[in-house]
């Protein structure tokens, strides 16, 4: 795949992680204060591995909502991109100094079916995917639990019942499922004995006292008329990946909502907001945080114009040898994220699971993050985000 066609399919990733991102805000602003933080990838990988089991209408729509075109040239670019990113961005570094990076994907199917050769291929040659044999019809909470543990395995523990009771039952027939778990160590560590409590602004008007890391160093900081972005770097190690987190700090106390508006809008707004380099710095504090959330996608999809795969007219046709007169569609698609910011780096994990079943109709520059602020986890040389969320209170309990 040529470097201008995985630049065009990144860009189309980024724009399907933007429109997720606003929508997840715009749910957010309505509801109780609480943090949040989803993998874009993640949700992106198990979408594209449903539509390599799609065919016609359900495909191309698909192929749509994940920032390409639609048609089977479309698919063999979005399977492509997700070979190179399984390759290049989701290879573990800390074997060379890098960041630790697991990444795993699998396919558990009913036994009574047999996966059709041109998806298992797919899956199988392009996602690395895992296939299970498991016996939904008579066992689906057991499958549950099976699947539960191949996601807290690979997330390092970090994400625990991926799927909730009930969400898989005797009609289910397949779940298609992806994990993945980051640590990185920041290649300028804080020093903890300069961790202190100080003020955190909330969006309704009042404070509490959270912890904040501090640095006299010199910092990757971009300035702009109502908001400053910060770069954090990870350590790298022996090869060419740069991951950073970039924390989008806006001026006013209560400009979370407008600044991820921006952000979810315009598709170049990260790309041209890059702090590029050094300055010095007065006050510098990030707050230390944890966030976990989860949620069930499926609605959010619909509002994206992703209706098809969860409908009665459905074809996933190419997942499985189907009987005749029988019909798949989705049931749900949950996603659980997981992110740790302290003085040493970032911890992170994310799982996705597609539940598929028989259908039925269902200057000195400050830079004091003491306000609700973004944050990103992003490989720089390709684009690839990884992590997005926003905090909202660091001391939320996860």
């Not at 724009?15 to 929508?23: D, E, I, S």
């Not at 019909?327 to 749900?332: E, F, G, R, T, Y």
Request: some cysteine; hydrophobic content about 45%.
């Amino acid at each position: 795949m040529a470097t201008a066609d995985i630049r065009r399919s990144i860009a189309g990733q980024t724009r399907f992680a933007l429109r997720l991102t606003a929508a997840l805000s715009s749910t957010a602003a309505a509801a109780p204060a609480r943090n949040t933080a989803f993998s874009p990838l993640s949700l992106h990988v198990v979408l594209s591995l449903l539509a390599a089991g799609a065919g016609h209408a359900t495909r191309d729509q698909l192929l749509t909502a994940l920032g390409g075109g639609d048609g089977p040239v479309a698919a063999e670019i979005l399977h492509a991109l997700s070979e190179q990113v399984v390759q290049l961005v989701l290879a573990d570094g800390s074997g060379v100094g890098g960041p630790r990076v697991a990444f795993a994907d699998a396919v558990f199917v009913d036994a009574s079916l047999k996966l059709k050769s041109a998806f298992e291929e797919v899956a199988v040659g392009k996602y690395k995917a895992e296939t299970h044999s498991v016996d939904f019809q008579e066992k689906a909470a057991q499958v549950a639990g099976e699947v539960n543990s191949w996601v807290e395995k690979v997330t390092s523990g970090l994400i625990k019942e991926l799927l909730p009771p009930g969400s898989v039952d005797q009609t289910t027939r397949l779940v298609l499922g992806n994990a993945l778990y980051f640590k990185g160590a920041w290649t300028e560590k804080f020093n903890v004995s300069e961790t202190r409590d100080s003020e955190f602004h909330l969006l309704d008007g009042t404070s509490v006292q959270a912890p904040f890391m501090s640095s006299g160093k010199d910092q990757c900081i971009a300035c702009y008329d109502d908001f400053k972005v910060l770069k954090l770097a990870y350590q790298q190690g022996g090869d060419k990946r740069k991951f950073s987190m970039y924390i989008l700090l806006p001026e006013a106390r209560d400009g979370l909502w407008s600044l991820a508006e921006k952000l979810s809008s315009e598709p170049e707004f990260m790309e041209e907001h890059i702090p590029t380099r050094k300055v010095p710095v007065g006050q510098f504090k990030v707050p230390k945080f944890k966030v976990s959330f989860g949620f069930e996608a499926s609605d959010l999809l619909k509002g994206l114009g992703l209706e098809l795969p969860f409908s009665s007219q459905a074809d996933l046709s190419e997942l499985v040898h189907l009987p005749a007169g029988q019909n798949l569609c989705v049931s749900s698609i949950f996603h659980k994220s997981f992110v740790e910011v302290n003085e040493e780096g970032t911890e992170a994990a994310a799982a996705s699971a597609a539940v598929v079943m028989l259908c039925s109709f269902r200057m000195p520059t400050d830079f004091v993050a003491d306000h609700p602020f973004l944050f990103l986890i992003r490989e720089d040389t390709t684009g690839v985000l990884l992590f997005v969320g926003h905090v909202v209170n660091p001391l939320l309990a996860p």
